[in-house]
């Protein structure tokens, strides 16, 4: 696999960001040790630190940002679990959200719905999708649309691995 280091960002709309987050970014980022803000991936894009959150279920994430002409992308990485979101903002973000979850199959996965209860979410509308496990993990993805709950970031995709219970 190429070094996404070596591949600086060529995108110039939030459609393009999102899917470069989404596609190539947060599998990748999954596994990292480093800061989030020290990932040459991260840096020769141009991306900016933002700081450090707690997530509900994915404990601490560090968060970067990068604008594009019609939006903000922003990907919170966990080094203490396996996880990864994508947040987009901004007037291309309902576009770059229904690109994403239209191509999701672009992840090289075979997807079904993940029929386990969504915590933490009170009011989203939210698509769980899974992977079938492999030696007791699972991948998973939220497409996550808080239009209704938050106007600022409405939509977010998360990306991380589980184990079978």
Known sequence: MPSLASTPAQAADLEELAREAVFD????????????????????RG??????????RAGLMDVVSLEADDGTITIGNSRETSACQVGISGGGAEAAFAAVYANRNALGYDWFEDTAPVRG?????????????????????????????????????????????
């Open 25 to 44: 970014l947060c599998p990748d980022l999954m596994e990292i040790e480093t800061p989030l803000q020290d990932e040459p991936s991260i840096k020769a």
């Open 47 to 56: 991306y900016e630190f933002l700081g450090s959150r707690t997530h509900p």
């Open 121 to 165: 979410i009170e009011g989203a509308e939210v698509v769980s999708l899974r992977t079938a496990a492999v030696d007791g993990w699972y991948l998973g993805i939220q497409f996550i649309d808080m239009g209704g709950v938050d106007g600022d970031w409405p939509f977010f995709i998360q990306q991380y691995v589980l184990e079978e219970e």
